[in-house]
Nanobody, 115 residues
């Protein structure tokens, strides 16, 4: 059974950094594109970063230059390094896997940026 488990969220001051992790199991991780989304209260879920099975990445302008997505296929892990965090980055962050056998979501991890 496919499973994604996020970790690494927490409270950080503006300008600080966090590294989110997503542990995958139950599917062929290396052949799936992996994406981080976030959802703030009262707002729609938005794409934060994506990495293809081949390692290509995409970021929206809102996080470009501050966030970095990476993957370790040997460990079935995907990471999101977040630097220069802003209060508007506060949200629940979700990991998603997309591939030939379907789409899987994690349960999310809360990130709060506040002084």
């Amino acid at each position: 059974q496919a499973q994604l488990v996020e970790s690494g969220g927490g409270l950080v001051q503006p300008g600080g950094s966090l590294r989110l992790s997503c542990a995958a199991s139950g599917f062929t991780f290396s052949s799936y594109a992996m994406t981080w989304y976030r959802q703030a209260p009262g707002k729609e879920r938005e794409l934060v970063a994506t990495i293809s099975s081949g390692g290509g990445t995409y970021y929206p302008d809102s996080v470009k230059g501050r966030f970095t997505i990476s993957r370790d296929n040997a460990k079935n892990m995907v990471y999101l390094q977040m630097n220069s965090l802003r209060p508007e980055d506060t949200a629940v962050y979700y990991c998603k896997a997309t591939g030939g056998l379907g789409t899987y979501w994690g349960q999310g991890t809360q990130v709060t940026v506040s002084s």
